[in-house]
């Protein structure tokens, strides 16, 4: 049972280039999230799902786009990155309450 | 909004020392409480959770206690040990749209020598 992983765990960009961050859950949850965590902040809500085939958008969400074809699978989409998306990205799945999240990509846009 | 205030670190302490770390929050309706750790170069882990008003979570040694008179959530541990060092975050949830949402605070570090 790997819980919740995400794919790449590091990830250097240049300004303007595109890439998808992966992530996976294996516990059966309907809801999936994507944050970002900056330095000296608390992490905030970039978008997230509350089942397949939906998304909606959170705290943070311009600059981004989601998917969620499969249940176990939200794909978190840089069209065209900039120096203000490098940061830590961590991916969560719940039922209700508890959020797992996974070890995090580490992103950098230069 | 919503939102929660964190005591601001880093917490350094000695081995076996008492710790508390204060959290206070502002929500609409009645939140569940979460207490998160989130060790070096790791995701976050749920540390405890307290769902109703006097609940008290306990998990590791670690304790908080809801107390919804002073809309705070501060955490405890009698005696911290260097495994013990890390970034705690407090953080309500509410539901919305039939999800939990959580509202997290910046994160206090947490650093404990021998």
């Known amino acids: 049972n790997a819980g919740v992983t995400q794919t790449p765990k590091f990830r250097v960009l240049k300004t303007g280039q595109s890439m998808t961050l992966l992530c996976a859950q294996d516990m059966n949850h309907e809801y999936m999230y994507w944050y970002r965590q900056d330095p000296g902040m608390g992490l905030r809500l970039i978008h997230y799902s509350v089942g397949e085939g939906t998304t909606a958008k959170g705290e943070v969400p311009d600059g981004y786009n989601v998917s969620r074809l499969k249940k176990q699978n939200f794909l978190l989409g840089l069209e065209s990155a900039a120096p203000s998306q490098t940061s830590v990205y961590f991916c969560?799945?719940?039922?209700?309450?508890?959020?797992?999240f996974g070890p995090g990509t580490r992103l950098t846009v230069t | 909004g919503d939102s929660v205030t964190q005591m601001e670190g880093p917490v350094t302490l000695s081995e076996e020392a008492f710790l508390t770390i204060n959290c206070t929050y502002t929500?609409?309706?009645?939140?569940?409480l979460f207490w998160y750790v989130q060790y070096p170069g790791e995701g976050l882990q749920l540390l405890l959770k307290a769902t109703k008003a006097d609940d008290k979570g306990s998990n590791k040694g670690f304790e908080a206690t809801y107390r919804k008179e002073t809309t705070s959530f501060h955490l405890e541990k009698g005696s911290v040990q260097v495994s013990d060092s890390a970034v705690y975050f407090c953080a309500p949830g509410t539901l919305s749209g039939g999800y939990n949402k959580l509202i997290f605070g910046a994160g206090t570090r947490l650093a404990v020598h021998p």
């Open positions: 969560a799945s719940s039922e209700i309450y508890e959020q797992y």
């Open positions: 929500a609409t309706g009645y939140p569940s």
